[in-house]
């Protein structure tokens, strides 16, 4: 455990490669916690919610009225890139490629409907993709593939970057929710419900339960050398996972 001090309801965490993590809650605040505590480091004023950083293109964060940041270090601010009104960010991630953004929506009420979008890099004005059938908190890019989770029917779907037919790939999962890929094309996802954190192999053939026994784990998030970073949403806390598990 790296963190027991943060407060509840924990959204999202990403590993930029000078700390061991930054993440983001719904307590209206980012917090950083590369000095051994948590700092509050940037207030907000509504909960952040989904999050990642790419090497290439920097630090993103969604939150909870439907806005893109990206995080300026040097100031530091998150400064707005786009606004979808009337949503909820539930999940992002960054093109390693061109630096577009893919992030997922829910449209209020809460739970009523979920849309992908593209906002390419420097662009004001995303693309939907498409409407997704079910409730989705977790979105990864692995090469010229979208992988997307399904919380209710615990299924994972991949889809071409331009979007498209959904194709099941793993399912039988328990209430998955974000997902992130490494540099070796490998996915991690946490699942809700059941408390476990799975790894999926490059073919998205094999999966394996590599940690369990958590309480609502909820974002999670990679670093460069293979090492998985993970928070219990409801306990405030901040866990690593070392990387002795199969590449």
Known sequence: MLSSSLPEAIW???VPPSVPSILVTNTYGLYDCSKGSTELYIPSSTWLTACRFQPNYGFFVGDGAGNIFKLDNSVPQLKPLYTISDTFVTALDVDPAKGDIYFIVELYPSGTAFYLYRLPR???????LMTLPFESY?????????????FNDGVLYRTSKAGGKLVPV?????GPTDIVADAGGNLYLTEWSAGNIVAINSGATKLDRIAT???SPLGIGVDAQGNLYFTEEYKGTLWKLERSFPK
Do not use: E, M, Q, W
């Open 138 to 150: 977790g979105l990864a890019i692995r090469g010229n593939s979208l992988y997307i989770t399904d």
């Open 12 to 14: 999202g965490v990403c």
């Open 170 to 174: 793993p399912s039988g999962f328990n």
């Open 122 to 128: 420097g662009g004001h004005s995303p693309k939907l």
């Open 213 to 215: 026994g958590f309480f």
